[in-house]
C-alpha cells in the first residue's frame, strides 16, 4: 500500500470525525494536538467545559473523550492506516486522555469499517418517542458483539429489570430536577441565539413522556418556557446497560469506545438510541443499578434502543477551534 500523507485534509476528515461523538450536555470536551516528527495525534481534556454538577468525578467527561477517540479510530481505518490507540499513555500529564499513532498502513480493510464509518455522520441521541416495533434478536446481538470488542459488557435486561431501572431513572430524575445545582446546570445547557455551538440548542429537546413510563431528561428543569407538549412513548422499552469490570479513568475512556460502538452499529442497522444517564450521576443509585444476579460490574451508561427518526443534529465546534494550530 502507498504511504499515506497525514495532510491538512486528513486531519481535518479525522478530527471531523471525532467531534461528532456525543458527549455529555453536547460540551464537546476534547482538543487534539498532532506531534509531527512523530505521526501521533493527542486527544486532551478540555476542563473548562466540566459539568461538575452531573459529573463531579470527571466520569463522563472521559467517556465523552473515548466515544471520540472511537470515531477517530474509525475514521483512520477508513483512510487506510492501521491506528495505534493508546489510553492514558502519561501519568505526569492527566489532561492527555489519548493518543492514536499513525504511521502505518494497513494491508487489509477491517470487514465494517465502512458502514461504521459512514455511521459516523448519520448518528444522532434521539429524545422522542419510538415506534415500539421490536429490535430483532439478532440486531441486538451485535450490539453486544460491539460493546465487547471494547472490552466493555452490553446487558439487556428483562422486563422485570427493566422496570426497575426506570423506576430508579425516574428517581435520578427527580433528584436533577430538584435539586438546585443540578437543576441550574443543566438549565445553562441548553443554548439559543448566537451561542457557541456546543450545548444543547432548545429545538433539540424531546417531550416529556405522557403516561410517565420513560423518565425522559427534563433539561429545562421544570421551566416550562422550553418544554414540548408531552408525548406517547413507546409502551415497552428496550433498556441496554453498558458496564466495564473496573471503574477508573481507563475503564470510563473504554466506556466511551464501547457506548460509540455500539452507537454506530445500531445506526448501520436503523436502530435509534437515546443515553439515560440520569441514575449514574447519583452514587447510591448508580449501584442499586447493578443487577446483583449478573455478573459483577460497574453501570456505566443506560441506553434506550429503537426504531423512529434519525433525530435532530446538534452543533459542534469547527476544527479551527478544537485543533491547536500548530498542527
Same mark, same amino acid.
Given at each position: ?7 491538512a485534509a486528513a486531519l481535518e476528515n479525522l478530527v ?79 489532561? +492527555? ?12 480493510? +477491517? ?14 441521541s434521539i429524545r422522542t418517542p419510538f415506534t415500539g ?78 403516561d410517565g413510563r420513560l423518565p425522559m431528561r427534563d ?44 452507537? +454506530? ?63
Amino acid at each position: 500500500m502507498a504511504t499515506l500523507a497525514l495532510d491538512a485534509a486528513a486531519l481535518e476528515n479525522l478530527v471531523s470525525a471525532a467531534v461528532a461523538a456525543p458527549s455529555i450536555h453536547n460540551s464537546q470536551p476534547w482538543h487534539f494536538r498532532l506531534q509531527p516528527e512523530t505521526s501521533v495525534l493527542e486527544v486532551r481534556a478540555v476542563r473548562e467545559r466540566a459539568v461538575p454538577a452531573a459529573d463531579p468525578q470527571g466520569r463522563a467527561m472521559h467517556v465523552s473523550v473515548g466515544a471520540a477517540v472511537l470515531n477517530l479510530r474509525v475514521a483512520a481505518r477508513h483512510i487506510g492506516w492501521a491506528p495505534d490507540v493508546r489510553l492514558l499513555p502519561d501519568p505526569a500529564d492527566p489532561d +492527555l486522555f489519548a493518543t492514536v499513532r499513525l504511521d502505518e498502513t494497513s494491508p487489509v480493510r +477491517l470487514p465494517g469499517t465502512e458502514a461504521l464509518y459512514d455511521a459516523i455522520w448519520r448518528r444522532h441521541s434521539i429524545r422522542t418517542p419510538f415506534t415500539g416495533q421490536p429490535v430483532p434478536a439478532d440486531v441486538l446481538d451485535q450490539l453486544v458483539m460491539a460493546a465487547r470488542a471494547e472490552e466493555t459488557v452490553l446487558r439487556l435486561p428483562g422486563r422485570d429489570e427493566t422496570a426497575r431501572l426506570l423506576e430508579l431513572t425516574a428517581e435520578a430524575e427527580r433528584r436533577n430536577t430538584t435539586d438546585p445545582a443540578q437543576r441550574t446546570e443543566s438549565r445553562n445547557w441548553i443554548r439559543s441565539g448566537d451561542v457557541p455551538p456546543y450545548g444543547i440548542p432548545a429545538h433539540a429537546l424531546g417531550p416529556q413522556d405522557r403516561d410517565g413510563r420513560l423518565p425522559m431528561r427534563d433539561f429545562a428543569a421544570l421551566r416550562p418556557v422550553e418544554h414540548q407538549q408531552p408525548a406517547t412513548f413507546e409502551h415497552e422499552p428496550v433498556i441496554a446497560v453498558l458496564t466495564t469490570d473496573g471503574d477508573r479513568p481507563e475503564d470510563w475512556l473504554r466506556t466511551g469506545l464501547g457506548l460509540e460502538h455500539v452507537l +454506530l452499529a445500531a445506526t448501520v442497522h436503523e436502530v435509534r438510541a437515546s443515553l439515560l444517564h440520569q441514575v449514574v450521576e447519583w452514587p447510591e443509585l448508580r449501584w442499586a443499578a447493578r443487577e446483583p444476579h449478573q455478573r459483577p460490574g460497574h453501570v456505566q451508561m443506560l441506553i434506550r434502543l429503537g426504531y423512529g427518526p434519525e433525530g435532530t443534529p446538534t452543533p459542534r465546534l469547527p476544527t479551527a477551534d478544537v485543533l491547536d494550530p500548530e498542527a
